[in-house]
């Protein structure tokens, strides 16, 4: 690795982290915690999956997702049904509380990063888009 990239990685680790910290204050508010979620997440605004595909989508076991998933159906935040194409296969989907909760926070996360920017200029503003659409399209080839 060159070390203009090195440089750039290592202000990118650096900033995610200081950027992470104030996000959870964030997410406190939402009232679940971060495994919840996280989980939720992939499920509002990824759409239904099955128990194996949101386990791999979160990088947990399913006997973890089992639970997880289990302690949100029981606070009315996700719900079961059999696939359309395999009875046999159970679909997990997000309810409407749990929209609810995670666009809130979503919409107080972008709250905090546009009040984290409101003195940048717009050239700063741009590059740290730039920044944001290279660490994506690196994730995505990953």
């Known amino acids: 690795m060159s070390s203009a990239k ?38 509002v605004f990824g759409g239904a999956r099955s128990l194996t595909e949101l386990a791999a989508a979160e990088r947990v076991t399913p006997a973890t997702m089992s639970k997880l998933v289990s302690a949100l159906e029981r606070e009315d935040l996700v719900r079961r049904y059999p696939a359309v194409d395999d009875a046999r296969s159970i679909r997990i989907e997000a309810t409407a509380k749990a929209a609810r909760i995670l666009k809130r926070g979503q ?30 399209r690196a994730l995505q080839s990953a």
């Open 6 to 43: 090195r440089h750039a990685a290592g202000g990118i680790h650096s900033a995610a982290i200081h950027l992470l910290r104030r996000v959870r204050a964030e997410d406190e508010a939402m009232g679940i915690t971060p495994s919840r979620a996280s989980a939720l997440s992939v499920l």
């Open 107 to 136: 919409a107080r996360r972008l709250d905090l990063l546009e009040r984290l920017l409101a003195d940048a200029t717009e050239a700063e503003v741009a590059a740290v888009r730039t920044a944001a659409e290279v660490v994506e």
